[in-house]
């Protein structure tokens, strides 16, 4: 529970200070926070990509309503809508 909680509480806050970085750069009109535009989480993981070494897959959840309340919707797939190969650098194990 104690490792949950902290989990939680982590990605809680990388939340919080990434949309404030987003909020940073001017994509949210009048702290509206509407969705981010495609190109800029595509830049995000292009950046993580290269950053790392690693592959970055971007997933959309695909969402159905759960009841009368149109704000409550469950995820019930993801569909894959972008994939970032690092290009700076690449690390190849020798044998």
């Known amino acids: 529970m104690l490792v949950e909680e902290t989990g939680n509480n982590l990605t809680e806050d990388y939340h919080i200070t990434f949309g404030k ?3 940073e750069f001017g994509l949210f009109e009048d ?3 509407g969705p981010v ?3 800029v989480w595509r830049g995000v993981a292009r950046a993580i990509a290269d950053a790392s070494g690693y592959r970055v897959v971007l997933q959309a959840a695909i969402v ?5 309340d149109p704000n ?3 995820i019930v797939g993801h569909r894959e ?3 970032c190969e690092p290009m700076v650098f690449i690390k190849l194990a020798l044998e």
Request: no cysteine.
């Open 21 to 23: 970085l987003l909020g």
């Open 31 to 33: 702290g509206d926070s």
């Open 37 to 39: 535009p495609l190109e």
């Open 64 to 68: 159905q309503p759960t009841g009368d």
């Open 72 to 74: 409550v919707e469950r």
């Open 81 to 83: 809508i972008g994939i």
